[in-house]
């Protein structure tokens, strides 16, 4: 079976922003991705290139936004491919609707159907686009993702200090186990169970001569001061929980709660929703040293 092959037609200004995450996430998949900037070396004739690749390929993404409307290269591209489309029925045409521009593009496209990824800005949302336009590309479908060998845990829970008092106190417990280990780790903004941890941990790695700073992050919403200066510091691409899938989750391997309401547990559906390892924390110190221990064999490789 020949390898199937995909031209991505874009204007210039959307690259940064949508064009360069989608490609690599196409070439993840197994998807063959031809794109100007990896395909055109110096000195070659940019509309031969272009061309070709439109003549080698068995489908075309149109990324569609108002830039893509408004660009010649763009132009000129789509009217190529819809002339081999009449030509010859060969090839074919997925556009890919990054903002609301539909009603706008030429009318031979608007008979298509998109692939709407007006909300790609949410990764949850941009997941599931891109497993349906993965699934309309010869049947490809989009992979799991497997654990690391090495844990990049996130431990946020309840914030009360009356009615956490107990998760709060196996947090920062918690957190001296894991500071004696060499991980990565991500901790949220709040008072309570977040900073116990973070003050727990940060004691253990100072203890043994190393920097908290090192290996301990603590995220905030964009725009909003942290309630404590534990960990390096980074703003959240996100200000809310509508815009996306906060760091806590995609950039660990295992999510830990201790208590918590209704933050603690949208936190935990995410993670789950992205194949992470979730684990709720009983808030005693014994229970801490058994999370540890169970962190431990699950990640053996590190022992």
Not at 190 to 199: I, K, M, Q, Y
Not at 217 to 225: D, I, W, Y
Request: glycine share 8%; charged share 25%.
């Amino acid at each position: 079976m020949t390898e199937f092959k995909v031209f991505v037609s874009h204007a210039s200004r959307d690259k940064e922003t949508f064009v360069r995450k989608l490609v690599e996430d196409l070439i993840s998949h197994g998807v063959n991705v031809w794109v100007d900037e990896e395909e055109i070396q110096v000195g070659e004739i940019f509309v031969d290139e272009i061309n070709q690749g439109l003549r080698e390929t068995d489908a075309t993404l149109l990324i569609v936004s108002s830039a893509y409307l408004e660009s010649k290269w763009a132009k000129l591209e789509t009217n190529s491919v819809l002339d081999r489309l009449a030509t010859d029925n060969s090839g074919r045409i997925l556009p890919v609707l990054i903002e609301d521009v539909w009603a706008d593009v030429p009318p031979l496209l608007r008979s298509l159907l998109y692939a709407d990824f007006r909300r790609h800005r949410h990764l949850l949302e941009y997941r599931g686009a891109l497993g349906k336009l993965l699934r309309s590309l010869k049947g490809v479908t989009a992979t799991r993702l497997e654990p690391s060998e090495t844990p990049v845990l996130s431990v946020t829970g309840g914030r009360n200090p009356v009615k956490n008092a107990v998760a709060i106190a196996a947090a920062e417990h918690f957190g001296r186990h894991v500071g004696a280990q060499d991980w990565r780790c991500i901790v949220g903004p709040s008072h309570g169970v977040d900073e116990a941890f973070a003050r727990g941990f940060s004691e253990a790695v100072l203890e043994r001569g190393g920097h908290p700073d090192d290996l301990l992050r603590s995220f905030s919403a964009r725009g909003r001061q942290p309630d404590h200066s534990l960990g390096r510091a980074f703003p959240s691409k996100y200000s809310s929980r509508s815009e996306g899938v906060a760091e806590l989750v995609t950039e660990a391997s295992v999510l830990i709660t201790f208590g918590g309401w209704s933050n603690t547990n949208y936190l935990g559906v995410q993670a789950l929703l992205e194949d992470r390892v979730v684990l709720p924390a009983a808030s005693t110190l014994g229970a801490s040293a058994h999370l540890h221990s169970l962190i431990l064999s699950r990640y053996a490789r590190l022992i």
